[in-house]
């Protein structure tokens, strides 16, 4: 990393610097932690307050869905030292010369400027690294807890939910690679986060394997996904047992002989479908077990820790996650546990009736459109469009746009663009910036994940505009200025 010749010791140094003003407010003032609501921003939150309590101080934490006018005006009359995580480097601007305590920001956008003015702050793109797969807030509140004495035994699994929540693992491996394998790494020496190469199935530490099969949110099985029943009977076919004893199986108890039969097993089941692609299907790749958790818990797969926490922040529960990332257990956990058992319910009521209103899936050339207006709660777009941007719906080519009605008179919008698509300079964040901002809204995002705002009587306006800046920038013209 250090040899890349990037800003990584500068980094380094920007992270200790962070720690310091952190200990300098806290030891006169109670700490504002402002997060973002998913579990990139839980995690980065509870980072940041087990550095707090470490410094012997005090804090507050706010969890927030986005950061728009609204919150920013509220932001400017906080009289508390803030620490924002997961948001604000796109806002600098108005937030610089407004927060009378002090305001540090911890984000892993694309900053919207080169110089914070008074605000201080942490981003992996002002030192050449990329805030979408290198590392997200939660790793760099990591960096933050690391360099000012925080027990990394406690804060590097935290971290490791963080970005794997945040997607950046998505590769072919689904691996953390860059900044994000470091903090792998340091889980692992210490013996906290252990890596290897499995079944990638949610629930592979506690869900029956034909639960785990039949809500895959990996790519939906034919037949399978959605069908317990079926998924039950494959296994019975394919000779592998659901139950030891009175007790049901789960993945990570098959051998390596059965996950073997079961991977033939699913795969000719696409097979009809899509010769082609069989072989490419993303079963398998990197696990990240988190040691000190029992197994059978939700929180020991460190993708269902990150899913339980994103449950939690879109249905207005983060405190809650934030509670679970600093170590409470029991009832909260219980709680946790029925809060994204309701959740997961409505993301598969959202996805059976985007499948199967009539419409609601449109194609415009290589957009594919997902109509969710009065279908799909705003609170579930990001959700379900990282679902269907995972589905077989998608090509290389395409671009996932989907909308929810967020407002009376406007529209919110989730883009999701497949690397592939990135590697020929197709920026959704690009592109939805300059499409929303031409029409009155507001977007902005990363390369692969993006979203706006805009008003709902210019919907087609928008995806003709997308539709155009596409062709521009996979023509290699550039994206139009916003
Ligand atoms: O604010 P923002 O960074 O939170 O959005 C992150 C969301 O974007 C994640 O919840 C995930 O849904 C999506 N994402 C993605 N691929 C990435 C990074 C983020 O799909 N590499
Ligand atoms: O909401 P969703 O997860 O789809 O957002 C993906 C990314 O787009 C996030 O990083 C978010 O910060 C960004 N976004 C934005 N402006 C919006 C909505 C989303 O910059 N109005």
Redo the contacts with the bound molecule.
Sequence with gaps: MADKGRGFNALLSRAREVGEFIRDRAERDEILILG?L????ITATSLIAMLVRLMGGSFQTRSLEQLGPKELEEAASIEKPVVMV??GSGSISTLSGKMGSGLVVID??VPERDTAGDVLQLNPHEFGYE???EI??SGLAYLVCKAAGVNAKSAAPVAVVGAL????D?NNERKLNSLNSLIVNDGIELGVVEEKEDLLFFGRETRPIHKALANSYIVPIPNITGNEEAAYILLNNLGIKVKEGERWRTISELSEEEKKKLLVGLMTLFADELKAQVMDLPFVGKVYNLLREDRRSPLRDAREFGYLL?SLGRTGRAALGVAICLGVRGRVLESAEEASREYSAKIRDSLNKVLNVPGAVARHGNLVVIRGEGIIDANLL??V??ML?NSLMMTEDSLLLAFADQTEDTLKV?A?APETLVRRGISAGNIMAASASRLGGQGG??P????ASIPKKQLQKFIELVMEQYERAASGQGQAEA
């Design positions: 973002h998913d579990a990139d921003g997961d948001m892993h956008h805030g979408h797969w997200s807030a929540a945040d997607l950046q998505k994103n990001s959700p469009a990282n941007s989730s999701r995002g990363h692969v994940a993006a979203g």
